[in-house]
């Protein structure tokens, strides 16, 4: 049985094209398993809306027991159970902790900077324990150093840092180096998600910031199926034919982060603010465990510092009448990218629940 980590949606479309099997040029499927297939696909839709995802997304329960349309693998993170856990440390320590453990791996850190506070406050972690070259850090272009210019005075402009210009998506090296991004802190310090109409209703995409009952009830469920599916995006265009999985670390993918996360979430003390829409003034409210965190460096930027995109502006392609010709179809449980080379090897039974 193949199991996987990321699946693209240009994966998930091959396998509706190859289930046509137009003049026989593939293996030729029964009746039943067409029928099963797409019965399969209408309830990984339903279930991305229930999520807030895009249909092109992919969710992964990270529990490990709802199944989805492929076979996913959850063991590259621990189980962290919905839970109170008590004596937790401070949640600077946490973060302090997190970067110990990273550089302790004794590789090239590639940091994905968007000037936001999520990446900011990860420099910072990592930039006080880390020897300067074991830090690489990855910008889009230059907007990251006018978002927080005096974090790039301070801090950013004294270490290896490097411009993706328009390949955002593959300028990781997963297999040589740790990757990180600071996309999973969304997901846990109260993100609403990505419901549909985003971009075409902003009124009713916010006026669910208000209904404060409605995000808390739903928070569990969304992190449950999609924490482990943030981060893999950034990766869709890396040319290696193979990661290492243990070098996927993203930097609030972490068992204490998460169960701080959780406790937050236990003692009703999220603040719900969106990803794209978001007011400032409910922003501004929001993550404050992380701008605390940030205040030790730079006050001023912590508590006014509102929403950035890393994606924003410096993934060219994404501005094409044509849709990214991106290399990563999916990636494997043991970090085997299927691309147009072998995706004839996954295009079996063994890769779907059915």
Not at 71 to 91: A, G, K, Q, R, V
Not at 125 to 130: D, R
Not at 243 to 260: G, H, R, T
Not at 273 to 280: G, Q, W, Y
């Amino acid at each position: 049985m193949t199991k996987f980590v990321y699946v693209s949606n240009d994966y998930r479309e091959a396998w509706k094209t190859y289930l046509h099997n137009f003049e026989g040029m593939w293996k030729k499927f029964d009746d039943d398993f067409a029928a099963d297939f797409l019965y399969k696909l209408q309830e990984e839709e339903l279930q991305l809306k229930e999520n807030t995802r895009p249909s092109s997304w992919y969710l992964n329960d990270k529990m490990g027991e709802n199944e989805f349309l492929f076979n996913m693998s959850t063991y590259h993170y621990p189980h962290i159970l919905y839970e109170y856990t008590d004596n937790l440390p401070p949640f600077e320590d946490i973060l302090m902790e997190r970067a110990i453990e990273m550089r302790d791996m004794g590789k090239q850190i590639d940091v994905l900077y968007s000037g936001g506070i999520d990446s900011v406050a990860i420099i910072y972690a990592l930039n006080e324990v880390c020897p300067k070259d074991q830090l690489h850090v990855i910008m889009g272009d230059e907007t990251p150093i006018h978002i927080y210019p005096d974090g790039y005075k301070k801090m950013v402009g004294y270490l290896p840092y490097e411009f993706a210009m328009g390949d955002l998506y593959g300028i990781s090296r997963p297999d040589t180096n740790l990757y990180t991004t600071g996309c999973e802190a969304d997901r846990l310090f109260g993100s609403t998600g990505y419901p549909y109409g985003r971009h075409h209703n902003k009124e009713l995409y916010t006026k669910d910031e208000t209904e404060w009952e409605y995000n808390q009830n739903r928070w569990w469920g969304i992190t449950r199926h999609t924490l482990l599916t943030q981060s893999f995006r950034l990766l869709q265009n890396i040319s290696v034919d193979k990661m290492d999985i243990n070098n996927y670390q993203p930097f609030f993918l972490s068992p204490n982060i998460e169960k701080y996360a959780i406790n937050m979430h236990m003692d009703k003390k999220m603040v719900w603010h969106t990803n794209f829409f978001s007011d400032k003034e409910q922003f501004l409210k929001s993550k404050m465990c992380i701008r605390d965190f940030i205040a030790k460096w730079d006050k001023d930027y912590a508590y006014s510092m509102e929403k950035t995109n890393m994606e924003v502006g410096v993934q060219y392609e994404n501005t094409l009448p044509v849709h990214p010709n991106f290399n990563v179809l999916a990636i494997t449980e043991d970090g085997t990218i299927v691309n147009r080379k072998n995706i004839m090897d996954y295009m079996n039974r063994e890769c779907l629940t059915i």
